[in-house]
């Protein structure tokens, strides 16, 4: 399985992104995808996951009420649309797979429960 993140760049405090995630495994629909961030200096830290057949949704207090993650599992991708950012929010943003998806939602957060990662897709918010 390979996930190719997209979606980053450069945005100033307030201002809205949508990230996405493509994934090229044909069990995408019964998958747990999750997004992570790492800023620099600082460890990886879980941010949203969704569940890949009832589409129940998981996410960090950081971001609630801020960012929304959804998927399309006829495209095979996953998105993080992210609204009213932070400079805090900057971080280099992972997608990654549970498959199969044996994780409870108690440890969704954790990136050891993970099979799969992407490569990255740096945000920045600027202040």
């Known amino acids: 399985v390979q996930l190719q993140a997209s979606g980053g760049g450069l945005v100033q405090a307030g201002g809205s992104m949508r990230l996405s995630c493509a994934s090229s495994?044909?069990?995408?629909?019964?998958?747990?995808m999750a997004w992570f961030r790492q800023a620099p200096g600082k460890e990886r830290e879980f941010v949203a996951a969704?569940?890949?057949?009832?589409?129940?949704?998981f996410y960090a207090d950081s971001v609630k009420g801020r960012f929304s993650i959804s998927r399309d599992n006829a495209k095979s991708t996953v998105y993080l649309q992210m609204n009213s950012l932070k400079p805090e929010d900057t971080a280099v943003y992972y997608c990654?797979?549970?498959?199969?998806?044996?994780?409870?939602?108690?440890?969704?957060?954790?990136?050891?429960?993970?099979?799969?990662w992407g490569q990255g897709t740096l945000v920045t918010v600027s202040s």
């Open positions: 495994g044909r069990a995408f629909s019964q998958d747990t």
């Open positions: 990654a797979a549970d498959r199969p998806p044996i994780a409870i939602a108690g440890r969704l957060r954790y990136g050891t429960v993970y099979d799969y």
């Open positions: 969704i569940r890949g057949s009832s589409f129940s949704t």
